[in-house]
């Protein structure tokens, strides 16, 4: 065990996360929004209800930054907490294959 190195990922996912309310407030992430769609179904979403997902998520060492973040709704966020990055594929696919 290194607890320098556990405390140098604590202090990362802090920043993250800092970094990630910091973003939430910019004009980017509103105008973002605004646009009332979700990035990974395209289901039309009240800016109010979409959420900031990390598309690499932070505890896997994804960062804040706005290549990595994306508007998501509230089905597809709960769905990828839950679904093995695998069936996140498939998940998404079934959106992809539609005509
Ligand atoms: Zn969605």
Request: proline share 5%; net charge negative.
């Given at each position: 065990m290194n607890p320098y190195a556990y405390d140098?990922?604590?202090?990362?996912?802090?920043r993250e996360r800092q970094k990630a309310r910091e973003l939430r407030?910019?004009?980017w992430w509103k105008r973002r929004c605004a646009k009332g769609r979700c990035h990974y179904c395209g289901r039309p979403t009240p800016a109010?209800?979409?959420t900031?997902?990390?598309i690499v998520p932070i505890a896997r060492g994804g960062k804040t930054t706005k290549g990595n973040v994306v508007?998501?709704?509230k089905a597809c966020n709960n769905k990828k907490k839950q679904l093995l990055p695998m069936e996140w594929?498939?998940?998404l696919q079934s959106f992809h294959t539609q005509p």
């Open positions: 140098l990922d604590e202090r990362d996912l802090k407030q910019s004009q109010g209800e979409l900031m997902d990390h508007p998501a709704c594929d498939a998940y």
